[in-house]
């Protein structure tokens, strides 16, 4: 039987597997009055795809918005040096999650890339940026957009 970790959830004091189908394929590889070994610690949960899906579809678009605004269009986001020229880079989604990575790093003292950010990160990380923007543009983020121009949708917010 190959090695597999199973992560349980404390719930009403009993641990609770979190994929039950992985436990019970594994449990079914058991043989009758055979042991087998458990771990206990703990963990930190990975950062969620709302999360993730919150950062690109509402906070980036937001940011992005407002560094336009403010910034105007022609004008570059920021400036690289690339073989000792000065080189403008328009803002995109790309550039303002460069941005705000390079702020947070500033921030935290040291680089976090976010492929490998926790839960509790990702969210200080999205606090961040909100605390950011408030001081910046004036405004909080806005709520996650659901669906339709986020442009548009920004255009519209009252808060706005």
């Not at 839960?119 to 999205?126: A, G, K, L, P, T």
Request: some cysteine.
């Amino acid at each position: 039987m190959k090695k597999t970790k199973i992560i349980y959830r404390k719930t009403n004091g009993k641990a609770v597997p979190e994929h039950l189908d992985i436990y019970f394929e594994m449990l079914s590889q058991i043989k009758e009055g055979d042991c087998f070994e458990g771990e206990f610690a703990n963990i930190k949960k990975g950062k969620s795809h709302e999360q993730l899906k919150y950062l690109f579809s509402t906070v980036y678009p937001f940011a992005l918005y407002w560094f336009v605004e403010t910034r105007g269009k022609e004008e570059p986001l920021y400036y690289n040096e690339v073989l000792g020229f000065k080189v403008g880079v328009q803002a995109s989604i790309e550039s303002v999650d460069f941005v705000f990575k390079v702020l947070f790093a500033e921030y935290k003292g040291k680089m976090y890339k976010k492929r490998h950010m926790k839960m509790d990160e990702m969210s200080e990380y999205i606090d961040f940026i909100d605390k950011w923007s408030i001081e910046h543009f004036g405004f909080p983020i806005p709520e996650a957009i659901k669906q339709g121009n986020t442009n548009e949708k920004l255009a519209q917010d009252k808060r706005v």
